[in-house]
C-alpha cells in the first residue's frame, strides 16, 4: 500500500494497528482465555498490538509461536493444538490459511479437552498485516460492519431461495453450479454481527477480520465452466502478472492454464495437495467490505474487497462432502452473479 511503500511500517504505527482490533476484541471479557496463534514470518508488531488491547480488555492472552507451516492449511504443532483445548477464543495471525476442514482444526471445532461440549471460536485472521489493519479492511468501525452485514443478509436471502448460481467476470469466468440444499440459512448467517457472545451458553462467537464476504458452496460434482483468477492467490503470492484460467468439469478441475503463476500452482498442488485439492469442494465468495483497497496483491484483504470474488478448489468448510489435504483460493475481480433470475452482483457492484 501506499504508505507503507513510502515511509515503511515505524514502531509507533502500533497506535494505530490497535485501533484495528477494537471491533473483533469487543466482547473479549476478564477472565476469558485467548489464545494466540502465530507464526515466525509474521510482523511481531501485529500480535504485539492485538495481546495489548487483549489486556486491555482485561484478560490475560497466551501468545503460541511456532515455525511458519509449509503450505497454507497445514495444521499448527501439537502442543499448539494441546494448548487450544483450554482456550475460549483462538485467534489466528498466521501467514499461512487455516482451515477447519484439517485434522487439528477439526479437533479444535469440535470443543476436544476444556471446551468439550461446545466449539471453540476460531477468529481467523491470518495473512493480515499493519497495513490491512490501518489502511484497509482493518480499520472498520461497528457501523461499517452493520453496514456490511446488511448487504449479506440481502445476498443471503436471494441465496436461501436459488438453486443455481451463474458466476462471469470481464476476465473470463463463466461458471454454473448448484446451489441448494445448504445446512444453513445464508441470510442468518451472514446478516449476523460477528465475535458476538452467546446470551444464553455465555461462549464467544466465531469471526473473521477484516470483515466482509459471503460465500456459497457448490454442490459436489455441479461446477461447470471456467474460472479466471485475474489478481492473486494463497499462492502464489503478491500481485500477479498473469491470469490463471481453472477449466471444471462436473465438479472437478480438469487444466490450469495461464503464465509463470500456473505453472506455480501445479507445481504446488503437486507438492502439497491430493487428488480431492482438484476438486471444487471451496467457496463461491462475494466480498462486502467496501474499506478494502483494490490490487493490494495482499489475499486477506483482496477476499473480502466489495465486489471481488474468491474462489476455493479443495475441502469445503459447509456441506462437509469434500475433503483434500490442501484448499486453495484465489481472486477474481469485478465479479457478476446470478442466482436463478436475480441479479446479485454487476461488474463488481452490489445489485439487490
Known amino acids: 500500500m501506499v504508505m507503507v511503500e513510502r515511509y515503511g511500517i515505524p514502531p509507533t504505527r502500533i497506535i494505530s494497528a490497535m485501533q484495528g482490533f477494537q471491533v473483533p476484541f469487543q466482547s473479549v471479557e476478564s477472565g476469558d482465555r485467548i489464545l494466540i496463534f502465530t507464526d515466525d514470518a509474521m510482523d511481531p508488531?501485529?500480535?504485539?498490538?492485538?495481546?495489548a488491547v487483549l489486556r486491555g480488555k482485561g484478560c490475560d492472552p497466551t501468545l503460541c509461536l511456532f515455525t511458519r507451516r509449509t503450505h497454507h492449511c497445514g495444521d499448527p504443532t501439537e502442543a499448539a493444538l494441546a494448548?487450544?483445548?483450554?482456550?475460549?477464543?483462538?485467534?489466528?495471525?498466521?501467514?499461512?490459511?487455516?482451515?477447519?476442514?484439517?485434522?487439528?482444526?477439526k479437533k479444535i471445532r469440535a470443543g476436544e479437552g476444556?471446551?468439550?461440549?461446545?466449539?471453540?471460536?476460531?477468529?481467523?485472521m491470518e495473512e493480515i498485516t499493519v497495513e490491512i489493519l490501518t489502511e484497509g479492511g482493518g480499520r472498520a468501525n461497528l457501523e461499517d460492519v452493520k453496514k456490511i452485514c446488511d448487504i449479506q443478509r440481502r445476498i443471503g436471502e436471494v441465496y436461501d431461495k436459488s438453486t443455481n448460481i451463474h458466476v462471469t467476470s470481464e476476465s473470463?469466468?463463466?461458471?454454473?453450479?448448484?446451489?441448494?440444499?445448504?445446512?444453513?440459512?445464508?441470510?442468518?448467517?451472514?446478516?449476523?454481527?460477528?465475535?458476538?457472545?452467546?446470551?444464553?451458553?455465555?461462549?464467544?462467537?466465531a469471526g473473521t477480520w477484516p470483515f466482509g464476504e459471503i460465500h456459497i458452496e457448490p454442490k459436489p460434482d455441479t461446477a461447470?465452466?471456467?474460472?479466471?483468477?485475474?489478481?492473486?492467490?494463497?499462492?502464489?503470492?503478491?500481485?500477479?502478472?498473469?491470469?490463471?484460467?481453472?477449466?471444471?468439469?462436473?465438479?472437478?478441475v480438469t487444466s490450469i492454464d495461464g503464465g509463470t503463476e500456473a505453472?506455480?500452482?501445479?507445481?504446488?498442488?503437486?507438492?502439497?495437495?491430493?487428488?480431492?485439492?482438484?476438486?471444487?469442494?471451496?467457496?463461491?465468495?462475494?466480498?462486502?467490505?467496501?474499506?478494502?483497497?483494490?490490487?493490494?496483491?495482499?489475499?486477506?484483504?483482496?477476499?473480502?474487497?466489495?465486489?471481488?470474488?474468491?474462489?476455493?478448489?479443495?475441502?469445503?468448510?459447509?456441506?462437509?462432502?469434500?475433503?483434500?489435504?490442501?484448499?486453495?483460493?484465489?481472486?477474481?475481480?469485478?465479479?457478476?452473479?446470478?442466482?436463478?433470475?436475480?441479479l446479485v452482483s454487476q461488474n463488481g457492484k452490489i445489485m439487490v
Open 224 to 252: 461447470n465452466g471456467t474460472v479466471v483468477w485475474d489478481t492473486t492467490a494463497h499462492f502464489p503470492p503478491g500481485r500477479w502478472d498473469n491470469p490463471v484460467t481453472l477449466t471444471i468439469k462436473d465438479g472437478w
Open 114 to 124: 476444556r471446551a468439550a461440549g461446545g466449539k471453540v471460536a476460531i477468529w481467523l
Open 263 to 342: 505453472d506455480q500452482i501445479k507445481g504446488y498442488l503437486e507438492e502439497y495437495g491430493d487428488e480431492k485439492s482438484l476438486q471444487v469442494g471451496g467457496e463461491i465468495a462475494i466480498g462486502t467490505n467496501h474499506l478494502c483497497q483494490p490490487r493490494t496483491g495482499m489475499m486477506r484483504s483482496e477476499k473480502k474487497r466489495l465486489g471481488a470474488m474468491h474462489f476455493g478448489i479443495g475441502t469445503g468448510a459447509d456441506r462437509g462432502e469434500v475433503f483434500s489435504t490442501l484448499r486453495l483460493e484465489g481472486i477474481g475481480d469485478r465479479i457478476t452473479i446470478k442466482a436463478d433470475n436475480t
Open 45 to 51: 508488531m501485529v500480535w504485539q498490538a492485538a495481546m
Open 172 to 205: 473470463g469466468t463463466d461458471l454454473t453450479a448448484d446451489i441448494s440444499d445448504m445446512p444453513y440459512s445464508s441470510a442468518e448467517r451472514w446478516g449476523k454481527m460477528p465475535f458476538s457472545r452467546d446470551s444464553k451458553t455465555g461462549r464467544l462467537g
Open 83 to 105: 494448548a487450544a483445548g483450554g482456550a475460549d477464543a483462538i485467534v489466528a495471525l498466521t501467514t499461512t490459511a487455516l482451515n477447519s476442514g484439517t485434522p487439528g482444526l
